[in-house]
């Protein structure tokens, strides 16, 4: 059984350009969030989504938008890219009944992105 | 999102116990007490979670105080592969996110 799956697993820029990072969730679960982890911090939550729409934000600018796929597979597009966007960035997977407080994400191995 | 405090780092012999602290005094009556930890080069993975009650699973033990305004994680033979950043955190039932701080760093000692 397939855990989450990210990729690229690195990646350089440039400050302005565009970048697109792909996931793919766990087996079974059909919500996924992104996190954004700058170098000794811990994650921070950019956006989840679930049957294809975004259903909740983080504080993060618009230049960070979403996409999810019917396969429940998806991307992150980070537009304009600024030296501060460089970070590791997660995706985590989950199976969607909303709001039990109580289910677990399982997390992939990240992208890791350097903006120059 | 409720808080969580934990020391910046820890560290612990091989093979002894670790008891890894996390106060949270404006914890609600319905938040979860979540554990998940980094290892190094890699995304951060599920430990435990409780609500009110002590949990015990394969990886740790959970032990929350009555008051629930702290928690204690509990590895219980330390080993090289414990190494990670330990975070605790607060899950808001109607919360879809994790809120993470900035976690303990567990250092152990061969």
């Known amino acids: 059984d397939a855990g989450v799956t990210q990729s690229p697993t690195h990646l350089i820029k440039t400050r302005g350009q565009q970048v697109t990072l792909r996931c793919s969730p766990k087996?079974?679960?059909?919500?996924v969030s992104w996190y954004q982890q700058a170098l000794g911090q811990g994650p921070q939550f950019i956006f989840q989504?679930?049957?294809?729409?975004?259903?909740q934000r983080g504080n993060f600018p618009d230049r960070f938008s979403g996409h999810q796929f019917p396969n429940y597979s998806s991307e992150l597009n980070v537009n304009a890219l600024l030296l501060g966007d460089s970070a590791l960035y997660l995706c985590?997977?989950?199976?969607?009944?909303?709001?039990?407080?109580?289910?677990?994400?399982?997390f992939g191995p990240g992208t890791r992105l350097l903006v120059l | 999102d409720a808080k969580t405090t934990q020391p910046n780092s820890m560290e612990s012999n091989e093979e002894e116990p670790v008891h890894l602290p996390c106060n949270h005094s404006?914890?609600?009556?319905?938040?979860?007490i979540h554990w998940y930890r980094q290892l190094p080069s890699q995304g951060p993975e599920y430990v435990i979670h409780?609500?009110?009650s002590n949990v015990n699973n394969r990886m740790a033990s959970l032990a929350i105080a009555e008051d629930r305004k702290s928690s204690t994680l509990i590895l219980h033979r330390a080993t090289l592969r414990d190494a990670a950043v330990y975070y605790c955190?607060?899950?808001?039932?109607?919360?879809?996110?994790?809120?993470f701080g900035t976690g303990t760093r567990l250092t152990v000692i061969p």
């Open positions: 087996s079974g679960h059909d919500t």
């Open positions: 989504y679930y049957e294809e729409e975004e259903r």
């Open positions: 955190i607060l899950r808001d039932p109607g919360a879809n996110n994790l809120f």
């Open positions: 404006t914890i609600s009556g319905t938040d979860y």
């Open positions: 985590a997977s989950s199976w969607g009944r909303a709001g039990s407080g109580w289910e677990t994400q399982y």
């Open positions: 409780g609500l009110t």
